[in-house]
C-alpha cells in the first residue's frame, strides 16, 4: 500500500517538476549557443584588431601609410557588414528561442489542462457522495453558532513603561 502510495507521489512530483525541467534545460541551450556564437564573434574580431596592428607597425613611409589607410577603410566596412551580421543571427537566435518558450508553455499548459480535467472527473464522484440527501439536514444546521474570540489588543512598549509606572529614559 505504501509503495503504491509512494510511487503515485513520485509520479506526480516528476510530472510537476517536468515543465520546470524542460524550461531550464532550454534556457540553458539557448545560452550555450548565444555564448558561443558571442565567443566566435570576439574571436573574429580580435583577429581584425591584431591584424590591423601588425599593419599599423609595418608603416615606414608615406606610400604605406597610403596603403594602410586604404586597407583601413576596407576593413572598416567588412567590420560593419560583420557587425550586421552577428546582430542579424542573434536575432534569429532570439526569435527561434521564442518559438520554443512559446511551444513548451503551450505543451505545458495542454497538460495542466488535461491533469486539472481528470482531477474533476476523479472529484465528481466522490462530491456527488458527499451531497446530503433532502431528508438529512445539514451539519451547519445541528451546531449551535460558536462565539466570536475578542479582538486582539495591541499595546506598545511606551503604553506598557506608562503603565507599569517606570519612565522613558
Known sequence: MQDKTFDAFNEQTRQFFE???????????NMERVSEYQ????????????????????INDAESLRDFGTR????????????????RTLGEMSLKFKAELEQLYTESGQAFAEQAGQA???AKPAAAAAK??????????EKPAAEKPAPAKSTSQATRKRGSGGSAS
Open 72 to 87: 583601413q577603410a576596407e576593413m572598416m566596412n567588412a567590420l560593419s557588414q560583420q557587425m550586421l551580421e552577428d546582430a
Open 19 to 29: 515543465p520546470m525541467r524542460k524550461l531550464n534545460s532550454l534556457m540553458l541551450q
Open 132 to 141: 446530503p440527501t433532502a431528508t438529512e439536514k445539514p451539519a451547519a444546521a
Open 39 to 58: 565567443m566566435e564573434s570576439l574571436k573574429r574580431y580580435s583577429q581584425m584588431g591584431t591584424e590591423r596592428l601588425r599593419d599599423a607597425t609595418e
Open 120 to 122: 474533476a472527473e476523479a
